[in-house]
């Protein structure tokens, strides 16, 4: 039987850290779906389709990865998937208690809900998307922290 994983979030944009997360899971599952929140509640800096598209890019060299993009409840999007398992990093301490509500609510609503948190390398423990946002549209360079083909977007948006 395939192991399946599903890694969602709103990849505003997706980061190293991100990818670095995506790597990893490929050890664990045989295949591996990025699932790009359509409408996050936060102020996003590019819109659904740019980053799925940018997403997409990142992952191509990938075999085992595809992206989807899901709008409403995740657990609407896992049921409709079969269920994979769903990957969340934690990067400190600090994530676990959000990521840990949300867990045992997402189970709540889907029993066979199953979570795999998992720990990116420390080099990018510090690293957000909305980090990587506010640095962009300040001016900063953000090539050390996003895949390269991510920054060529930033830098394209942060101009217009
Ligand atoms: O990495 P992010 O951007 O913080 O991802 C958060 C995400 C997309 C995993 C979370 O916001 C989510 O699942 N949103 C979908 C709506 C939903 O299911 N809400 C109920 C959560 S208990």
Redesign the pocket.
């Known amino acids: 039987m395939k192991r399946v994983a599903i890694y ?5 944009p997706l980061t190293n850290g991100h990818l670095d997360l995506i790597k990893r899971s490929l050890k664990l599952f045989d295949e591996l779906i990025v ?1 790009v ?1 359509e409408n ?3 102020k996003a800096l590019f819109t659904a389709a740019e980053r799925v598209a940018m997403a997409g890019q990142v992952v191509k060299p990938l075999k085992r990865v595809r992206v989807e993009s ?1 709008d ?6 896992t049921r409709r998937l079969g269920n994979p398992t769903v990957i ?2 934690l990067r400190m301490i600090s994530d676990f208690e959000y990521e840990f ?2 867990a045992q ?2 189970r709540k ?1 889907q029993p066979g809900y199953e979570v795999v948190f998992m720990m990116p390398d420390e080099r990018y423990s510090y690293l957000s ?1 909305s980090l990587v946002r506010q640095i962009a549209t300040l001016g900063g360079d953000v090539g050390p922290l996003v895949p390269p083909v991510v920054a060529r977007h930033i830098r394209a948006k942060v101009k217009k």
């Open positions: 969602p979030g709103s990849f505003d699932g929140l996050p509640s936060k899901f409403g409840l995740l657990v609407a999007c969340r990093g509500q949300m609510m997402n609503m998307s």
